[in-house]
């Protein structure tokens, strides 16, 4: 099969790094999806590049490729989940996420990443959508400038809650920026919780622009994460999409809420997703 199958360390996040890259390659994952956060390259460490070396040869050793993911909830603001974000209305706020979000392009580059996967966040309550798309767009280009300087893949997530929630909505922002480094992060619990399509069809319409894919189970209306089996999401159906379109990125498991059972849950979930017959 052409892609990885990984890990997000937003799952194991009472492990340390070095440890989950460990456990993840020794289960027999070939990618892990790092979320930069207090205890996993935090960009603001005054020893961080210390830590990406030590990453770097580890990821080298196990044979293992890498996401950088951006959505670590507290990291920024310690009283706000997620903030600020790209329209954040106040420029020295958003400025805030603007130099993470380039710390973490630096750190993918470091690292040999695949890409850099973000999105938009909510938008403040006193901008209208065309303003927070207009700031969205504007900042996406500062990011793009620098993610070219350092020859570095920029993906997309649509989240629901935020600014840019569908697969229609990304569509009309990769339109606007119209740049050949700006792809896609496919969460397809997302798309399948919103009934935004169906998580293959939106797989094949937007296969040249995939760059990195989140996966788990979920239920049709209700934005949570869950193990295989306790959702309603055609997996099968997911991988099968994949395979057709000959997807070669990474397949990110994604449970946050689960690292009290990190190991059980990454072991569960790899057996599951090799059990399929379209992992054949």
Same mark, same amino acid.
């Given at each position: 099969?052409?892609?990885?199958? $990984?890990?997000?360390?937003? $799952?194991?996040?009472?492990?340390?790094?070095?440890?989950?890259?460990?456990? &993840? *390659?020794?289960?027999?994952?070939?990618?892990?999806?790092?979320?930069?956060?207090?205890?996993?390259?935090?960009?603001?460490?005054?020893?961080?590049?210390?830590?990406?070396?030590?990453?770097?040869?580890?990821?080298?050793? =196990?044979?293992?490729? =890498?996401?950088?993911?951006?959505? *670590?909830? !507290?990291?920024?603001?310690?009283?706000?989940?997620?903030?600020?974000? /790209?329209?954040?209305?106040?420029?020295?706020?958003?400025?805030?996420?603007?130099? !993470?979000?380039?710390?973490?392009?630096?750190?993918?580059?470091?690292?040999?990443?695949?890409?850099?996967?973000?999105?938009?966040?909510?938008?403040?309550?006193?901008?209208?959508?065309?303003?927070? !798309?207009?700031?969205?767009?504007?900042?996406?280009?500062?990011?793009?400038?620098?993610?070219?300087?350092?020859?570095?893949?920029?993906?997309?997530?649509?989240?629901?809650?935020?600014?840019?929630?569908?697969?229609?909505?990304?569509?009309?922002?990769? *339109? %606007?920026?119209?740049?050949?480094?700006? $792809?896609?992060?496919?969460?397809?619990?997302?798309?399948?919780?919103?009934?935004?399509?169906?998580?293959?069809?939106?797989?094949?319409? !937007?296969?040249?622009?995939? /760059?990195?894919?989140?996966?788990?189970?979920?239920?049709?209306?209700?934005?949570?994460?869950?193990?295989? $089996?306790?959702?309603?999401?055609?997996? %099968?159906?997911?991988?099968?999409?994949?395979?057709?379109?000959?997807?070669?990125?990474?397949?990110?498991?994604? /449970?946050?809420?689960?690292?009290?059972?990190?190991?059980?849950?990454?072991?569960?979930? &790899?057996?599951?997703?090799?059990?399929?017959?379209?992992?054949?």
């Amino acid at each position: 099969m052409a892609f990885e199958l $990984g890990y997000n360390t937003n $799952g194991f996040s009472d492990h340390r790094l070095l440890d989950t890259i460990d456990i &993840l *390659a020794e289960l027999g994952y070939g990618s892990v999806a790092i979320t930069l956060d207090y205890h996993a390259l935090n960009p603001f460490d005054d020893d961080l590049w210390q830590q990406a070396k030590l990453v770097h040869e580890r990821l080298q050793a =196990c044979n293992m490729c =890498c996401v950088i993911e951006t959505g *670590a909830r !507290f990291l920024l603001d310690p009283w706000h989940k997620h903030w600020p974000t /790209l329209v954040t209305a106040n420029h020295e706020n958003r400025q805030r996420r603007v130099d !993470f979000m380039k710390r973490a392009i630096e750190i993918a580059a470091y690292l040999n990443a695949e890409a850099v996967s973000f999105w938009s966040g909510a938008k403040d309550d006193d901008l209208t959508d065309e303003d927070a !798309f207009d700031l969205l767009t504007e900042e996406c280009d500062r990011l793009l400038a620098w993610a070219v300087r350092h020859d570095v893949w920029l993906a997309f997530e649509p989240e629901p809650g935020m600014l840019v929630a569908t697969m229609d909505q990304f569509a009309q922002l990769s *339109a %606007a920026l119209n740049h050949p480094r700006f $792809g896609l992060t496919l969460d397809v619990g997302h798309v399948h919780c919103l009934s935004d399509g169906t998580p293959a069809d939106r797989i094949k319409t !937007f296969a040249k622009q995939l /760059l990195n894919v989140h996966i788990e189970d979920m239920r049709v209306g209700v934005h949570e994460h869950l193990p295989f $089996g306790d959702g309603d999401l055609d997996i %099968a159906a997911v991988l099968q999409a994949l395979k057709e379109v000959d997807y070669m990125g990474t397949v990110n498991v994604e /449970l946050a809420r689960h690292s009290h059972d990190a190991v059980n849950l990454a072991r569960q979930s &790899l057996d599951y997703l090799n059990s399929i017959p379209a992992r054949s």
